[in-house]
């Protein structure tokens, strides 16, 4: 029966072209993503997940997760473990990221994504994370080191004036030396600055602390009994590591990275391959019904049911057979590419033999085969349950299932979703998100099973417009005639569209959302300075701004990470009188006069959470320790400020970093806005390009951007989808121009001309299109205005709802359409026409 | 008959297949004329040309020598687009099987060439065919509803609905019992003495080709004789006289 199948295969191959294709891509997908991952972690392992030291001792942080900053300790404790028996030497280091290096001509480098870190220059050569390649040994202030990647692509030499931006100022200084990672640390291979060890803790943290000591035993000393000793001389202030350790957390560490970055590109893979089912079952029905009396013949002829199955089967399998093979060689093909383009970008991205794992391979087959299989089962049975009589009908139809049950069950199915989608609703907050999601998943599934019932009324509402020449009634016909295929067609797109939809209204609002918070703050405050670059920028900034003339007051908000108990929060340091000021809000109980006596104001959604209310004490969790706060005040919830809010020496106090994340700048009576903002601009462009500094004009400019960013990836891949879907209505069209040779036969032989068959195919594809679409928007923009409902408290207060690019989508849906029914006419066109109305 | 009173000429008509030693003649030197008004049945053994010879006449198969004139226009001369017209504004097509689009009525599949050239029914003449027809209550059905007889009644209206110079029906009564049959070829008869209308059939049925005004014989690719006014009696002899005379004395 294998034979059978791959002689079919290859003789109707042009009626799989688009099926294997399908699955090609998706498997291409989910292969070259697999690909990719294992060669970037790969090869990352080989180089980053070492560590030079012996053993390394670092701070254990009081909060698990979402540090802005590393936790520090001081100096003496160098000093304590070199006593330690067994340490040959134990030094002191410094690596914080967020720096900021600036080209020769005053522009931040572009660095891809990739950390620029600060260190410090090393103590000891025997545990040093880099190591010199040319010049001498940075000293003092003025005096910094490259690493020799980042000098040659940034264009220093050594001895030129090198500007880099700290969080806590504007450096230049000399370049005296270039760097070269011995092979350790998580900072090998990104861009990094080095000073001496004094200068990296003024210039880089403000304050004198170290982030780890890196430790080397004693010769014959065991590494793992010394890590023991420091362990239990120093205590549970620190966290001991040997050599080992970290190289096992570093894999673990790159491994969850790397993890959710295949995780993520493989649920796309599956997507593609969903909406490629689709057009795999349709292939495979039309397929059968095409080739039921041949189908009929073999089971006149003594085959059984289950060897016609097997036959339709084994078809599927050289399909998924083919499909995957190709998948997975254009998948090793991407990987390729993306691994070249990282080189061509010049980033120290080290080069490891590509890896093809065999699971990569077993997994590209299984789904690759088992998709296609699974896909062209209810054709195949379908075909085992032909009678062998009809071999000798004229009129033989595969027998179909009535499509009662099909929308009985579909009915039941809706009737969930609205269910779990109006106590999703009313539910609010993240649970209220997840059953609304799970609410349109299944209103998603109902309607794919409700979709046939629907395809004759939406696509004849549809097409109403298009007139009742002829070719369009023809056209607009065929897509009604068979509902199962138009709206498996359709429902693929469906899919592929409302997710596209669902994420550019979520992508609108939360834009819309941050748009509005800026603009609460810009109608209290004349002028806005963020940064643009790292988070958090140099106090150095608003002392500036202060001094421009027209400046009245500056207001500083600081933020940083804290937990409460197991609740993560964020932590805020505001100056005196903003929250008169700036920061518009509305006290529940107590005033903003308590942050002057140290207590904290927290916001009324905060302190639910956290079950506090005036007057409660409750300890806060930093990078520095636990500390314990009163609650002064409660404010009702905020969009500028969703935080536990101290005063400024109250935030420093509990370890706050002395950086501003924030600036709200009142402009003196009398002054124009705008030139006090270019008197700003100019005073800090020079030394802080990254400073964003926005009145309510640039505030309107920046409003306008188009909705970019993470968005512009998720479309890439959601376009993917959409275009196997596209392929689908090709499909769908090309099989029906096969199917319905001697309709178009007659056709044409009663003077049906090109053009008018052409608009016959084209009306059917933008029926398909136009019903797969539309039903995509309402349901993509019906899903993402319930999510925006559900978080109004959690960043997404505005709901925009971007309907000018949503009509663009469904305009460019039948743009598409028409495109898609190019390759069908052109066939349809050349059929014989004598051979389509043959009597026989 | 003289050449002005012809619809369709054949001049000459060659049709062969594949070349050197496996050519093969369908068609070989053929030469009729297919008055106005006139019933003319093409008979013929299978694999005589019959069919090959209406398709050629019909504009749908080009014949690889010799011409063929509706009225006064060179089929073989006229390029694909004009050709489509052709057969859509002058010319009725019957086949034996699949005439009608399954998706569109009756009245629908009747008007159909005209609504493809943008054309609106002339009415009196629409409830003219319909009511010879006789199906005035099933035109809002589909073909599949219809029997098969009523679907080749249903094709023959379409096929009289745009007043075409020819009407060419290519084994109508093929798959019909001998009942629709008769009812088919009653309608295209009657199109020819009431009407005018100018038909040419084809079939293999010397009942069928009694319905017409004269019969042409065809064997071999060659024309071999031709009856006027025939009787299902005078077929059947003229068919067993080709039979018992093989084709290799020609």
Request: hydrophobic content about 45%; some cysteine.
């Amino acid at each position: 029966m294998f034979k059978l199948g791959l002689r079919s295969v290859l003789a109707h191959r042009l009626r799989f072209v688009l099926c294997t294709v399908a699955v090609t891509l998706g498997v291409a997908f989910a292969g070259g993503a697999m690909v990719f991952t294992d060669t970037l972690s790969h090869a990352l392992k080989k180089n980053y997940a070492v560590s030079t030291a012996d053993i390394t001792v670092t701070p254990s942080s009081p909060i698990e997760t979402g540090t802005d900053r590393p936790p520090t300790f001081q100096a003496g404790l160098a000093d304590r473990i070199a006593a330690i028996p067994g340490v040959a030497s134990a030094a002191s280091q410094l690596l914080v990221s967020d720096v900021e290096i600036l080209t020769p001509d005053g522009k931040p480098l572009e660095n891809y994504g990739l950390t620029s870190f600060g260190a410090s220059w090393p103590r000891d050569a025997r545990v040093a994370p880099f190591k010199l390649v040319d010049g001498t040994p940075p000293s003092g202030r003025n005096e910094l080191a490259l690493d020799d990647s980042t000098a040659s692509r940034a264009g220093y030499a050594i001895g030129d004036q090198v500007r880099i931006v700290t969080p806590t100022q504007a450096v230049t200084a000399t370049l005296t030396a270039t760097t070269t990672p011995v092979a350790a640390g998580a900072a090998a291979g990104a861009p990094l600055v080095s000073f001496d060890g004094a200068t990296a803790q003024y210039l880089l943290l403000g304050q004198a602390g170290w982030t780890s000591v890196s430790v080397a035993v004693q010769p014959g000393s065991d590494a793992d009994a010394v890590s023991k000793a420091i362990a239990t001389t120093i205590g549970d202030s620190v966290k001991v590591r040997t050599a080992q350790q970290v190289t096992a957390d570093g894999e673990h560490s790159l491994d969850s990275t790397f993890g959710g970055f295949s995780t993520v590109l493989v649920v796309f893979a599956c997507l593609a391959l969903f909406v490629g089912t689709f057009l795999i079952v349709n292939t495979f029905a039309m397929v059968v019904a095409q080739r039921s009396r041949e189908l009929a013949m073999l089971r006149a002829i003594g085959a059984s049911r289950g060897q016609v199955t097997g036959t339709v089967v084994a078809e599927s399998v050289v399909i998924g057979i083919l499909g995957s093979t190709l998948g997975l060689l254009i998948g090793i093909g991407v990987a390729v590419g993306i691994r070249f383009t990282y080189q061509l970008l010049d980033l120290r991205i080290p080069t490891a033999s590509l890896q093809v794992s065999p699971a990569t391979i077993i997994v590209c087959y299984v789904i690759g085969i088992g998709v296609t299989v699974a896909a062209a089962a209810p054709a195949a049975r379908r075909a085992g349950k032909l009678p062998p009589i009809a071999a000798m009908r004229d009129d033989v139809t595969v027998p179909e299932r009535s499509l009662l049950a099909r929308i009985s069950i579909g009915g039941f199915v809706l009737l969930m979703a609205v269910l779990l989608y109006a106590v999703g609703l009313n539910a609010g907050g993240t649970p209220g998100v997840v059953l609304i999601t799970l609410g349109a998943g299944t209103g998603v599934i109902a309607i794919v099973m409700l979709s046939p019932l629907l395809s004759r009324y939406v696509v004849r509402a549809l097409m109403y417009p298009f007139g009742r020449k002829a070719p369009v009634t023809l056209g607009r016909r065929n897509a009604e005639r068979n509902p199962r295929r138009t709206s498996a067609t359709a429902s693929a797109l469906m899919i592929s569209v409302s997710l596209i939809c669902g994420l550019m209204v979520i992508a609108a609002s939360a834009k819309a959302s941050i748009n509005q918070s800026i603009a609460d703050a810009l109608g209290t405050s004349s002028i806005l300075i963020t940064s643009g670059g790292t988070p958090t920028f140099s106090t150095q900034i608003g002392d500036r701004t202060a001094q421009v003339p027209g400046v009245q007051s500056v207001h500083r908000v600081r933020q940083e990470s804290g937990q409460v108990g197991k609740v993560s929060v964020r932590v805020s340091g505001v100056s005196d009188g903003t929250l008169d000021g700036p920061v518009t809000t509305t006290f529940d109980a107590g005033s903003a006069a308590v942050l002057g006596s140290g207590q904290a104001v927290l916001p009324r959604n905060l302190a639910t959470t956290l079950g506090l209310t005036v007057g409660k004490t409750f300890d806060l969790a930093t990078t520095t320790g636990k500390h314990r706060l009163t609650v002064g005040g409660i404010l009702a919830p905020n969009r500028q400020l969703n935080a536990v809010l101290l005063s400024l020496p109250a935030y420093q106090k509990i370890g706050g970093p002395v950086t501003d994340n924030l600036l709200y700048v009142e402009v003196a009576q009398g002054n124009q806005v705008a030139e006090v903002r270019t008197g700003i601009l100019d005073q800090l462009k020079k030394d802080y390009p990254s400073i964003e500094v926005r009145d309510q004009q640039a505030y309107a400019a920046t409003a306008r951007e188009p909705v970019n960013g993470v968005l512009a990836a998720l479309g890439f891949l959601l376009a993917l989808a959409i275009l196997i879907a596209l392929l689908g209505i090709v499909n769908t069209l090309a099989l029906g121009v096969v199917e319905r040779t001697r309709e178009i036969g007659l056709l044409r032989a009663i003077g049906m001309d090109r053009p008018q068959l052409n608009r016959m195919l084209r009306v059917e594809s933008i029926a398909i299109t136009l019903l797969g679409a539309l039903l995509g928007v309402v349901i993509g923009v019906v899903f993402a205005a319930s999510v925006q409902s559900s978080m109004v408290d959690d960043g997404l207060a505005v709901r925009d709802i971007p309907v000018l690019q949503l009509v663009i989508a469904v305009a460019a849906a039948a743009l598409f359409a028409v495109l898609a029914a190019v390759w069908p006419s052109r066939r349809a066109a050349r059929l014989d026409v004598l051979r389509a109305i043959a009597s026989e | 008959m003289g050449v002005a009173d012809a619809a369709v000429r054949a001049v000459g008509v060659w049709k062969r297949y594949g070349g050197g030693q496996t050519q093969v003649n369908a068609l070989a030197d053929v030469s009729a004329d297919f008055g106005k008004g006139r019933f003319t049945a093409i008979m013929g053994p299978s694999g005589s040309g019959k069919s090959t010879l209406l398709h050629c006449l019909a504009g749908l198969d080009k014949p690889s020598d010799g011409s063929v004139f509706l009225g006064d226009v060179d089929l073989t001369k006229v390029p694909e687009k004009q050709l489509t017209h052709l057969r859509r504004d002058r010319i009725g097509f019957v086949f034996q099987a699949f005439n009608l689009v399954p998706t569109l009525t009756a009245l629908e599949n009747i008007t159909l060439p005209l609504d493809l050239a943008g054309r609106k029914p002339d009415q009196d003449w629409l409830t003219t065919v319909i009511d010879t027809i006789g199906l005035t209550d099933r035109l809002s059905h589909k073909p599949s509803e219809l029997s098969g007889g009523q679907q080749q009644r249903v094709a023959c209206a379409r096929a009289l609905v745009s007043r075409p110079d020819v009407v060419f029906a290519d084994e109508p009564t093929g798959n019909l019992d001998s009942r629709s049959s008769a009812d088919v070829l009653d309608f295209l008869h009657r199109s020819v003495r009431d009407f005018g209308q100018t038909v040419v059939m084809v079939t293999h049925d010397p009942s069928a080709a009694s319905y017409s005004d004269r019969v042409l014989f065809l064997a071999d690719g060659t024309l071999q004789s031709e009856l006027i006014d025939p009787t299902a009696e005078s077929v059947l002899d003229t068919m067993k006289k080709l039979d018992s005379a093989p084709a290799e004395q020609h």
